[in-house]
């Protein structure tokens, strides 16, 4: 995931191409069929540092 997003209705996170694809034709979320809107998404950022932060880690120990 590189650029997670997360539904201010319903908290789930998606990466963002992906649930904007789903959106395409669906107007719910995929995990719990809340109504979703493409306004209801925001950037995760949050879980974008955590990504993020364990690449790091992961690329470090490949290092050692």
Do not use: T
Not at 8 to 36: D, M, Q, T, V
């Amino acid at each position: 995931m590189s650029e997670p997003v997360i539904s201010k209705k319903c908290g789930h996170s998606f990466e963002e191409s992906a649930i904007l694809s789903w959106l395409r034709s669906k107007n719910f979320c995929p995990k719990c069929h809340e109504n979703l809107q493409r306004s209801d998404l925001v950037k995760n950022y949050s879980l974008k540092n955590a990504i993020e932060y364990m690449r790091k880690q992961e690329k470090q120990k490949g290092n050692e």
